[in-house]
T-cell receptor, first 113, second 119 residues
Framework: AQSVAQPEDQVNVAEGNPLTVKCTYSVSGNPYLFWYVQYPNRGLQFLLKYITGDNLVKGSYGFEAEFNKSQTSFHLKKPSALVSDSALYFCAVRDEGYSTLTFGKGTMLLVSP | GAVVSQHPSRVICKSGTSVKIECRSLDFQATTMFWYRQFPKQSLMLMATSNEGSKATYEQGVEKDKFLINHASLTLSTLTVTSAHPEDSSFYIC???????????????FGPGTRLTVL
């Protein structure tokens, strides 16, 4: 079985400050991890994914995520938040034996001016 | 690249009618497409996996006779909500998988969603 946990319903950060959105996962095999962002009444936009290789993955819009196998985590980060980053962020995992993605419940990021 | 469209973006219908939602991959071919349902302030719930040229695979608890899925080409999948009722009101999102190999590393790209309201 595969599962994802996003422990925070909401993250608040001031513009210009670094941000972190947390994600932990559980799989039986090798994990393939994804981050998506959703703006109100819109579909999901792909940000980045980890397949193999470097633990630090760089993605769209200045976002990056760090894969930590020992802590089974894949936290999303950005060095300097923008107000326009305010949105709903989803972490997703796919076990190597599964054909479908499992999503976390989402974390709302609010960046204040 | 990797753009997925959905049509319509919003639909309001009367109870008992059927509604068809189209999902198209605009700049790539997708052997596999997925249909999700999202309730307010909640995560995505996978409804079914749609494979081109074959029957869709439905998740447990999803009525296949109510949610008809057709994947007739490598760029088009349709979801038809038959005999819609108010409880079917929701945000429906499709995704298309970039790549025809069906690898678990393939990325899903999502459409903008369709807001269905059944009166």
């Amino acid at each position: 079985a595969q599962s994802v946990a996003q422990p925070e319903d909401q993250v608040n950060v001031a513009e210009g400050n670094p941000l972190t959105v947390k994600c932990t996962y559980s799989v039986s095999g090798n994990p393939y991890l994804f981050w998506y962002v959703q703006y109100p009444n819109r579909g999901l936009q792909f940000l980045l994914k980890y397949i193999t290789g470097d633990n630090l993955v760089k993605g769209s819009y200045g976002f990056e995520a760090e894969f930590n196998k020992s802590q089974t985590s894949f936290h999303l980060k950005k060095p300097s938040a923008l107000v326009s980053d305010s949105a709903l962020y989803f972490c997703a995992v796919r076990d190597e034996g599964y054909s479908t993605l499992t999503f976390g419940k989402g974390t709302m990021l609010l960046v204040s001016p | 690249g990797a753009v997925v469209s959905q049509h319509p973006s919003r639909v309001i219908c009367k109870s008992g009618t059927s509604v068809k939602i189209e999902c198209r991959s605009l700049d790539f071919q997708a052997t596999t497409m997925f249909w999700y349902r999202q309730f307010p302030k909640q995560s995505l719930m996978l409804m079914a996996t749609s494979n081109e040229g074959s029957k869709a695979t439905y998740e447990q608890g999803v009525e296949k006779d109510k949610f008809l899925i057709n994947h007739a080409s490598l760029t088009l999948s349709t979801l038809t909500v038959t005999s819609a009722h108010p409880e079917d009101s929701s945000f429906y999102i499709c995704s298309a998988e970039l790549g025809t190999s069906g690898r678990v590393t393939d990325t899903q790209y999502f459409g903008p969603g369709t807001r269905l309201t059944v009166l």
